[in-house]
């Protein structure tokens, strides 16, 4: 079965600061999705970026960027240039084709504080 | 084009009684999912439907918990009998086509409070 790890329940850093979120999955698909949602407090997930296994090349959008380690099973978010708006739970997902079904597994999130 | 709607945003029960959520998908989207998040966790994958069949159900509790997707009107998640434990938020997607380069779109959620 798949499963999507995040280690870190909480993460600072300071207004203008680069942080870096961890993610580890474990599949044995050869064919996946990769994503980064990001919920503040209205409790809406906002998709923040994604990354399809087959490109090497890692995602990036504005200030967000992941690393995707396809071989160690690791995809890291990089939020630069932080943001008093950024301050949010992010959650890593994972998504495959799963016998038709295509259903999103997550981690179980990243409280993001930012510090003025 | 609205966005998935869900409605009520929050519904208080008391233990025993049944709770229905409602998801209107977005404009042309036949596949729903719904979603649970338990306090301080990570969304849990529930059901999944197409409209007027269950697909995957392998994440809905096998009892008191049903869910169906009309052929008109919104789909609905059904809790028969609450408890404190099913106290949640749950949030519904939708997608209009079963691709993996197709986002799912999600809901705001209804957080579920049983006293």
């Known amino acids: 079965a798949q499963t999507v790890t995040q280690s870190q329940p909480e993460m600072s850093v300071q207004e203008a600061e680069t942080v870096t979120l961890s993610c580890t999955y474990d599949?044995?698909?050869?064919?996946?999705?990769l994503f980064w949602y990001k919920q503040p407090p209205s409790r809406q997930m906002i998709l923040v970026i994604r990354?399809?296994?087959?490109?090497?090349q890692n995602a990036t959008e504005n200030r967000f960027s992941v690393n995707f380690q396809k071989a160690a099973k690791s995809f890291s978010l990089k939020i630069s240039d932080s943001q008093l708006g950024d301050a949010a739970m992010y959650f890593c997902?994972?998504?495959?084709?799963?016998?038709?079904?295509?259903?999103?597994?997550f981690g179980t999130g990243t409280r993001l504080k930012v510090l003025a | 084009n609205a966005g998935v709607m869900q409605n009520p945003r929050h519904l208080v029960r008391r233990r025993g009684q049944e709770a229905r959520l409602r998801c209107s998908p977005m404009?042309?989207?036949?596949?729903v999912y719904w979603y649970r998040q338990l306090p301080e966790e990570g969304l849990k994958f529930m059901v999944y439907?197409?409209?007027?069949?269950?697909?995957?159900e392998s994440g809905m509790p096998k009892e008191r918990f049903s869910a169906e997707f009309p052929k008109e009107g919104p789909s609905i998640l059904r809790i028969q009998q609450v408890v404190r434990g099913d106290s949640a938020a749950y949030f519904c997607?939708?997608?209009?086509?079963?691709?993996?380069?197709?986002?799912?779109?999600f809901g705001q959620g209804t957080r579920l409070t049983v006293v």
């Open positions: 599949t044995s698909e050869s064919d996946y999705y």
């Open positions: 997902a994972y998504r495959s084709p799963d016998s038709g079904t295509y259903k999103y597994i």
């Open positions: 990354q399809e296994a087959y490109k090497q």
């Open positions: 439907l197409q409209k007027e069949n269950i697909i995957d």
């Open positions: 997607a939708s997608s209009e086509r079963q691709m993996l380069n197709t986002e799912a779109f």
């Open positions: 404009k042309g989207h036949s596949h």
